[in-house]
Nanobody, 126 residues
């Protein structure tokens, strides 16, 4: 069983930047497709960003394009989500998910992923 752990959440002000990281217990995420989802209070979970297993394909929700970047952290064998120019509507619990099946980033954006983390809270205030 792959255990994922997110880190880096916290309270920030609108316009600030924040980096979330996702690591797998005891192994590297290098060969996994990794996605970040978020769930705001009272709303359904939505996909924020995905990177495929080879790192050559990404998907971003329209709401975060140009502000968020997902990338594989080769040095730490983890996955990072760099979030810039945060907005109030970016508030939510952010979940990392990973998958070994080799599907496209677009496919994984629908939420069918093998492994999930417990989530980390990001709160953006004015």
């Amino acid at each position: 069983q792959v255990q994922l752990a997110e880190s880096g959440g916290g309270l920030v002000q609108a316009g600030d930047a924040l980096k979330l990281s996702c690591a797998a217990s005891g192994l590297s995420l290098r060969n996994f497709a990794v996605a970040w989802f978020r769930q705001a209070p009272g709303k359904e979970r939505e996909c924020v960003a995905v990177i495929n297993d080879l790192g050559g394909s990404t998907y971003y929700a329209d709401s975060v394009k140009g502000r968020f970047t997902i990338h594989k952290n080769e040095a730490n064998h983890s996955n990072d989500l760099q979030m810039n120019n945060l907005k109030l509507e970016d508030t939510g619990v952010y979940y990392c998910a990973a998958d070994l099946r080799g599907f496209s980033a677009k496919y994984f954006s629908h939420g069918d992923m093998q492994y999930w983390g417990q989530g980390t809270l990001v709160t953006v205030s004015q």
